[in-house]
C-alpha cells in the first residue's frame, strides 16, 4: 500500500473553471519526486488537494490506506505538510521563530521538543542566525526557507514544495537539493514542483509531467526529457545538457559526464 493516493481525482474551482482531471497517483515514504508542467498546468491544484487545502469534486485521495473524506484540513496537514508557492500566503508570524513554532507549538508538544523541532528545522534552512527578526526582513528567495522550515517542524510524513527553486541563486538550489536529500533519508515522502529542470536532473529519479489540466508521464528524466512528443506537448524544455547533445546529434545524454563520454567515443 502506498502512503499517499489519488484516486481518479479531478477538482473544479468554485467559478466551474476545471484545473485538474482524472489523476491518479501513488507515493511511497522515502521518495523524492518533482512535479513539472507549464504555468496552469494543473500543478498546484493538484498538490492543495493532497493536504486537503483544496477537495476533490471527483475520486478520492488516501493517507495510509485511509479515505480523506472524513479527515479535516487540520488532520490531513498533520501527515501532509504543503509549503505554500508563495511563502506570503503562509508567513503570518512577527518573528521568524514563532512562524516556525507555530506547527509544533499547535501539535501540543511540551516546550522542550517544541524548542528541539525550531532548531533543527532553522539550522536546516540556514536560518539559525535570523530567527528573532521579523520574516519580511528577509528577502523573498529567504521567506520561501522560513516556510519550508516550519513545514519541516512538523514533522509530517509527507512534504510538498510549490515551487522552491523559483528566484533561488545557486547556493540555495543546492541547499536545497541537501534538504530534499535529507528529508527522504529521514523516510518521508517530498513532492517537489519546480520550472527548473537542471535541479530535477541533479535530485530526482522520478518525474510527473502535468499538461493541460492533466497529469501526462511518470518516469526517469531520461525518460522525460528525450521523450520529444512528450516535450512539444506539454510546452516543456529540456535541460540544456540534452539541448547540446541534441545539437550534436546525439540522445539519451542526461550529464556532462555522459556527454563527453559520447563526444570522445
Ligand atoms: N481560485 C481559482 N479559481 C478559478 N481558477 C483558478 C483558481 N486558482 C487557479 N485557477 C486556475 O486553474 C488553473 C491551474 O492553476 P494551478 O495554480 O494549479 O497551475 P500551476 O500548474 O500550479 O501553474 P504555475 O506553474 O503558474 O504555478 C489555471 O488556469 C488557473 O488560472
Ligand atoms: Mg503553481
Known amino acids: 500500500m502506498s502512503y499517499l493516493e489519488l484516486l481518479d481525482v479531478s477538482f473544479s474551482y468554485p467559478n466551474g473553471f476545471e484545473a ?17 508542467g507549464q504555468n496552469g498546468a494543473g500543478k498546484t491544484t493538484t498538490v492543495k488537494l493532497m493536504n486537503g487545502l483544496l477537495r476533490p469534486t471527483k475520486g478520492q485521495v488516501k493517507i495510509a490506506g485511509q479515505t480523506t473524506s472524513q479527515l479535516t484540513t487540520a488532520q490531513m496537514a498533520q501527515h501532509v505538510g ?16 514563532k512562524e516556525i513554532a507555530f506547527g509544533p507549538k499547535n501539535q501540543k508538544l511540551p516546550a522542550e521538543d517544541v524548542a528541539k523541532r525550531v532548531a533543527d ?9 535570523v530567527l528573532a527578526e521579523h520574516p519580511y526582513n528577509l528577502p523573498y528567495s529567504k521567506r520561501k526557507f522560513i516556510t519550508i522550515a516550519a513545514v519541516m517542524a512538523m514533522d509530517p510524513e509527507v512534504v510538498i514544495l510549490d515551487e522552491p527553486t523559483a ?37 530526482f529519479q522520478k518525474v510527473l509531467v ?53 563526444v570522445g567515443r
Open 20 to 36: 485538474t482531471r482524472n489523476v491518479s497517483l501513488r507515493f511511497e515514504l522515502g521518495e523524492a519526486v518533482a512535479i513539472i
Open 82 to 97: 504543503y509549503v505554500f508557492q508563495n511563502p506570503d500566503d503562509q508567513i503570518f508570524q512577527e518573528t521568524i521563530e
Open 121 to 129: 528545522a532553522a539550522a536546516f534552512c540556514g536560518l539559525t542566525e
Open 167 to 203: 528566484g533561488q541563486d545557486r547556493e540555495s538550489t543546492e541547499l536545497l537539493g541537501r534538504l530534499i536529500q535529507e528529508l527522504v533519508k529521514r523516510n518521508k515522502a517530498v513532492i517537489t514542483i519546480t520550472h527548473d529542470m537542471e535541479f530535477v536532473v541533479n535530485e
Open 210 to 262: 502535468f499538461a493541460d489540466k492533466e497529469l501526462r508521464k511518470v518516469g526517469t528524466p531520461r525518460k522525460i526529457f528525450w521523450d520529444d512528443a512528450l516535450l512539444t506537448f506539454s510546452a516543456l524544455k529540456q535541460p540544456y545538457i540534452c539541448q547540446l547533445a541534441k545539437a550534436l546529434g546525439l540522445r539519451d545524454v542526461l550529464t556532462m559526464d555522459e556527454l563527453g563520454k559520447q
